[in-house]
Every structure is written in C-alpha cells, then in structure tokens.
C-alpha cells in the first residue's frame, strides 16, 4: 500500500490557460474522489468515480472542469481556460467498494493561477 | 449528512490528552460518525469511525453518547505532531458517499 500520490504537487499558470493534474488511487481501490479546498475551509467535493464511470459531479464542477478515469486506475482533472477563483488545493481520495468506505487522500495539488 | 458542530480552535498541552467535541444533534440512526484529520499542507488522513459503541484505534479513541447526539475524539497523549485540524463528520456507510466537511477544530499542542 502506498497511498494516493498526485501530480504534480504545485502548480503556477496564468489566467486563461490550461491545466492538467494526476491522480493515482491506491491500487485495490475502485472508488476515486476529487475535491477542492481554499484557504480556511474544508475540502469541497467535485466529483466521484467507480471503476471508470464518473457517477457524480458536484455543481462547483463548472463546464470549465472535466475529470477522466479512462481504465480505472489513475484519474486526470483538467481545468480549461483557468480563472484566479479557480486557485486551491486540489485533492484525490481512493477506497474500497467493501468495508468501512473510509477515504484515503493524497498530498495535493496546489494550484496558483496568477 | 447530518450538520456537525466543533469549535473552531482548541489548545492541549502536550503529553496530556486532547479532547475534541463535536455536536450531531440531527444524526440519522444509519449514520456513523467519522472523524479526519489534516495536518497542515497534507491531504485529510482517516482517524476513526463508529455508529453507537465507543471505538478505539492505534490513533485515538471515539466516545459517542447513548443518545448520539454528541461525540468525543480523545488523543490520549498529545505530541507535537498531532498539531492539525480535526474534522468530525457524520454520514451514511454504505455505497458510495462523497464526505462533506465543515470547518472543523484546529488543534494546537503546545510544548
């Protein structure tokens, strides 16, 4: 087991450009969680993932936003056309189908749009 | 998910035991509540879980009263590191469930 990773942990761009963030779940877990957190608040949800299926997405997920899971192993979360609000940590969590469901994150995104 | 209440910031000398509140009044009977952690520039970390009985980890204890309607997440002794914003939640397990944080407390150890 060794936990969620995300990449890359940082990232600077500029108003309007494109952005693309990695997330790798913990092996055995089917079910794959973004969220977002700004200074001071807790993690928001975005979206939500079992197998490759993307079964929910969180209205904060605005068109700008698409996430994939295209085999059901590592996720990707893009945000086109960046904007300053759009500056946060983003997190991925992993977990199982069976079992207690606790989620299990990963260290981050930080994202600085400038 | 049933609405949590914890106070915004506590202190606890380190060594001693930290005892974090959190108020559900509104607790459905299937909900559990949970409890994470996040230790600053990290992603939240799970602590524990439980529905009615008190539970009890290698990480900290959970008391959760005999109406539900409160609970206690107790870091038995306290060190540096513990030093993190402690999140009390409460919802369904069972299929999928997205977690819905609050403010949660921030805990500061002090040497």
């Known amino acids: 087991d060794t936990g969620v990773s995300q990449d890359p942990r940082h990232k600077i761009t500029k108003r309007g450009q494109n952005v693309t963030f990695r997330c790798d779940p913990i092996?055995?877990?089917?079910?794959l969680y973004w969220y977002r957190q700004t200074l001071g608040q807790g993690p928001e949800f975005l979206t939500y993932?079992?197998?490759?299926?993307?079964?929910?997405k969180s209205r904060l997920l605005s068109d700008r936003f698409s996430a994939e899971r295209p085999k059901g192993s590592f996720s990707t979360l893009e945000i086109q056309r960046t904007e300053q609000g759009d500056s946060a940590m983003y997190l991925c969590?992993?977990?199982?189908?069976?079992?207690?469901?606790?989620?299990?994150f990963g260290p981050g995104t930080r994202l600085t749009v400038t | 998910d049933a609405k949590t209440t914890q106070p915004p910031s506590m202190d606890c000398a380190e060594g001693r035991a930290a005892n974090l509140p959190c108020n559900h009044s509104?607790?459905?009977?299937?909900?559990?509540v949970y409890w994470y952690r996040q230790i600053h520039s990290q992603g939240p970390q799970y602590i524990i879980h439980?529905?009615?009985n008190n539970e009890t980890n290698e990480m900290a204890s959970l008391i959760i009263t005999e109406d539900r309607k409160s609970s206690t997440l107790i870091l038995p002794h306290a060190t540096l590191r513990d030093t993190a914003v402690y999140y009390c939640?409460?919802?369904?397990?069972?299929?999928?469930?997205?977690?819905?944080f609050g403010t949660g407390t921030k805990l500061q150890v002090i040497p």
């Open positions: 969590a992993s977990s199982r189908q069976q079992g207690g469901y606790e989620q299990y």
């Open positions: 092996s055995e877990h089917n079910r």
């Open positions: 993932f079992q197998n490759e299926a993307q079964l929910e």
């Open positions: 509104t607790i459905s009977g299937n909900e559990y």
């Open positions: 439980g529905l009615k």
């Open positions: 939640i409460v919802r369904v397990s069972g299929g999928y469930q997205k977690v819905t």
